[in-house]
């Protein structure tokens, strides 16, 4: 019926536009159901991601998740390890190694799984994993076990899409608080993983204001998409 009707309408773009809406909608509202069952994983999958266990239970069904949205065409999944409810939430101001030794223990064995099932199905090579957070901590305790926020020297990983693993890209100082050797920014992350997806940062534009802009500025010039791709 939307067809016979755009059929009289062909000119109109805003039409064709809201067809191709409902019917993207129906199709993701048809399929999601079967996406979010993990019933139907075996044991052994759910043993990999830790799940029914009291640790890791809750971040192995986010991976676990991510995996089925992946192997039915998803193109991009995020998930987040912890929440700013209660015991969840990953405050290094107050007790940074309690926090971080709780956190590694619910993540540690969820994303392994997440890794070695994505690459027991093929899928590890044409998916790229990228684990990151929004800064680092601060070298020096702050109050009384706690570190503050710090944006000028942390730590993030990425695996899949080609990327030859098992190297370390740049160091910090002797004191961790400051990256020194070949530092790489947050412009130069985003226009290697752009790269990675097939799509130049510098194409990839949009006009506002009588300005072309990008998501990596007017930087990005350091992408280090060769370094990671070549051992």
């Not at 062909?10 to 979010?36: C, G, H, K, N, W």
């Not at 050797?181 to 947050?186: F, H, T, Y």
């Amino acid at each position: 019926m939307n067809r016979r009707h755009f059929s009289t309408r062909e000119e109109d773009s805003t039409l064709e536009a809201r067809i191709s809406s409902y019917e993207l909608a129906f199709r993701m509202q048809s399929e999601a159901p079967d996406a979010v069952d993990l019933t139907k994983e075996s044991a052994a999958t759910k043993a990999l991601y830790g799940i029914d266990e009291p640790m890791t239970d809750d971040f192995g069904r986010k991976c676990l998740l991510a995996r089925r949205l992946v192997e039915r065409g998803v193109r991009f999944v995020q998930l987040y390890q912890g929440t700013n409810l209660g015991d969840d939430w990953d405050d290094a101001h107050l007790d940074l190694l309690g926090s971080h030794n709780k956190m590694a223990k619910k993540s540690d064995q969820p994303i392994a799984g997440l890794l070695s099932d994505l690459e027991s199905r093929g899928l590890l090579d044409s998916t790229l994993v990228v684990w990151s957070t929004e800064f680092g901590r601060t070298p020096l305790a702050e109050g009384k076990n706690g570190r503050d926020h710090h944006p000028y020297g942390f730590t993030m990983w990425m695996a899949g899409a080609g990327i030859a693993g098992g190297r370390v890209l740049g160091s910090t100082d002797e004191f961790g608080l400051r990256a020194v050797e070949q530092r790489k920014d947050v412009h130069d992350v985003h226009a290697t993983l752009l790269r990675l997806l097939g799509m130049d940062h510098l194409k990839l534009t949009y006009r506002y204001q009588s300005r072309d802009m990008r998501l990596t500025d007017v930087h990005g010039e350091n992408e280090f998409t060769s370094w990671l791709l070549n051992a």
